[in-house]
């Protein structure tokens, strides 16, 4: 679908954004004014239904605009990820005529800031279980109590979506997700120095008796993979709004290998790098890498907005794309830091702070382990024994 990017994204915010990236990754801060002039723009709330208060978007044009977003600073597109996640995930129930999260439609088209608690230490289940209690509290809702890392947008979230364990119910043991506000009981330790993505700000957060309203509950399902809409909403949207950023960021580092090389000169023959044939050859490697993840991410994106039948193959399509995206974007950055020479090295340059930044998608969701577990398992069938 054609649409104007320029529309919720344009230029100059887009170079407003990249002029601050650097300074947000030197001082390890929060880009508090991109946030502020996304909302202005309307971007934060792109994902809800135009009869609601937002844009109206598909999902399609939300990994488009992400990729963009990432070209100027993958760390602010990261964080806002997190949020769209959310707003995305409504908007798969709403499509598919489940209830039950249209107040975070509602509440994102008043500039609600919706963040992504779901990441625990050790919790290689991650939505399939938790560590986090959830416990009852007698009126439908719930008090979680437990600790969430990686919590993007820490600063500035007003609403946390999260996932406990009900241990005590009847019917116990059940996943509960819900979303709860930023209250006393809701420590935010500001731990976040890391190697790269530093503006994303994805702080530790620790959950003590933290209350969602019985209203804001929105799931209660068995632990374990599962066809809920909970399960596929939040795989689907996270897995191709992160092979967004990261396929952002390969664009960018091929941008810059081709502007580097049609400026620099070589000694030897005078002229410009772009006609030395060993780097032409890597600049055209990068190119032939980079050109088939936009067309997958927007099909199988499409897939989700039009309620496709992938059946089974749901899980290994989402975790490979996700996964190619990553290790496409890795090398891209590598042989643009190889193309660009020795000034990409300095911690001055773009590339060196993209070279961190890339490292950071081998630790999202799916992991490289968990991508080839599913494909073997959706090929060769589970393990025996």
Do not use: C
């Not at 599962?226 to 664009?251: C, H, K, M, N, Q």
């Amino acid at each position: 679908m054609i649409f104007d990017l320029t529309a919720f994204l344009p230029d100059d915010l887009l170079d407003r954004i990249r002029e601050r990236a650097p300074i947000h990754d030197r001082e390890n801060t929060f880009p508090q004014q991109d946030l502020e002039e996304l909302r202005d723009a309307g971007y934060l709330k792109i994902l809800v239904p135009a009869e609601r208060g937002g844009a109206g978007l598909g999902l399609e044009q939300a990994a488009i605009l992400q990729q963009r977003l990432a070209t100027a600073s993958p760390a602010t597109a990261l964080a806002i990820n997190m949020h769209l996640v959310w707003t995305g995930v409504a908007k798969v129930f709403s499509d598919r005529g489940v209830p039950g999260m249209e107040f975070v439609q509602d509440g994102a088209a008043r500039g609600e800031i919706f963040a992504f608690g779901i990441s625990e230490g050790g919790n290689d289940l991650v939505l399939f279980g938790s560590d986090t209690a959830a416990v009852p509290a007698g009126d439908g809702g719930y008090a979680f109590t437990g600790t969430k890392i990686f919590t993007s947008l820490a600063p500035v979230w007003t609403k946390l979506g999260l996932h406990g364990l009900d241990t005590t119910s009847p019917d116990a043991p059940k996943l509960v997700f819900a979303f709860i506000d930023r209250t006393d009981a809701v420590t935010t330790s500001d731990d976040w120095d890391t190697l790269g993505m530093r503006a994303t700000q994805s702080r530790t957060t620790r959950l003590n008796g933290a209350v969602a309203a019985p209203e804001h509950v929105v799931r209660r399902i068995d632990p374990g993979p599962s066809p809920d809409p909970i399960i596929f909403g939040i795989f689907s949207v996270f897995e191709l709004l992160l092979a967004s950023v990261y396929t952002g960021i390969a664009r960018r580092a091929l941008d810059l290998a081709v502007e580097t090389v049609q400026k620099r000169t070589s000694k030897k023959t005078g002229l410009t790098y772009s006609q030395d044939p060993d780097i032409r050859w890597r600049v055209a490697d990068m190119s032939l890498a980079y050109d088939a993840l936009p067309p997958q991410i927007a099909a199988l994106a499409r897939d989700v907005d039009e309620q496709a039948d992938n059946g089974a193959r749901w899980f290994t399509l989402l975790s490979g794309t996700k996964h190619r995206a990553v290790v496409m974007a890795k090398h891209v950055v590598d042989e643009a830091i190889l193309t660009a020479g020795g000034g990409s090295y300095f911690s001055s340059n773009e590339l060196s702070r993209l070279y961190r930044d890339v490292l950071a998608g081998m630790f999202h969701p799916s992991d490289p382990e968990s991508a080839h577990s599913t494909a073997a398992s959706a090929l060769l069938g589970p393990l025996e024994g």
